[in-house]
């Protein structure tokens, strides 16, 4: 979607679980058969797309800042969300690649908007049209400086969108 707004696009995708690099299929059942994020599967579709890959390593991070502190959470009985923590863990990634790109903004696929609103130029976060696949409660906890570099592409799209236009290009 970016290519097609005249973008420089590059890459970058966060590896967080070893386990999920697999050629196994997510869900045999489906019709629709999801592959696991494997590497190599990745490599080819960027290329193909003449799109720069890049692969930034946080399983550590993962590790230490989501299973670990969700272990202890349910250890202690207090709420935990990690799929939260998950996808600042990711956004910190991609926050920090975009100084070392040397790039001006960077994107993900969440289903939310953002607004640039007041003199500040402020960056609020909005939910998505469609409440099903609404996601700003995912990156809910991304902090002025990170809102202010990203772009959500998805934000007015629906899914049905999405696949439309990626089956066109």
């Given at each position: 979607?970016?290519?097609?707004?005249?973008?420089?696009?590059?890459?970058i995708h966060v590896l967080i679980d070893q386990s999920e690099y697999s050629d196994n299929l997510v869900n045999k059942d489906s019709t629709h058969c999801l592959l696991k994020n494997d590497k190599k599967v990745l490599e080819s579709i960027?290329?193909?797309?003449?799109?720069?890959?890049?692969?930034?390593?946080m399983k550590e991070n993962f590790q230490?800042?989501?299973?670990?502190?969700?272990i202890l959470a349910n250890f202690m009985k207090e709420f935990h969300a990690p799929c939260?923590?998950?996808?600042?863990?990711?956004?910190l990634a991609l926050f920090?690649?975009?100084?070392?790109l040397q790039a001006d903004y960077f994107a993900t696929g969440h289903y939310a908007?953002?607004?640039?609103?007041?003199?500040?130029?402020?960056?609020?976060?909005?939910?998505?049209n469609d409440i099903?696949?609404?996601?700003?409660?995912?990156i809910a906890n991304i902090d002025q400086t990170i809102l202010s570099k990203l772009l959500l592409p998805l934000g007015d799209l629906s899914r049905e969108k999405v696949v439309s236009i990626v089956k066109e290009h």
């Open positions: 979607l970016l290519k097609l707004q005249n973008f420089e696009v590059n890459a960027f290329s193909e797309l003449s799109i720069p890959l890049y692969f930034v390593d230490e800042m989501v299973v670990n502190n969700a939260l923590q998950c996808n600042k863990i990711k956004i920090e690649k975009l100084g070392k908007k953002l607004r640039k609103s007041g003199q500040q130029g402020l960056v609020s976060l909005y939910r998505h099903v696949i609404d996601q700003h409660k995912l």
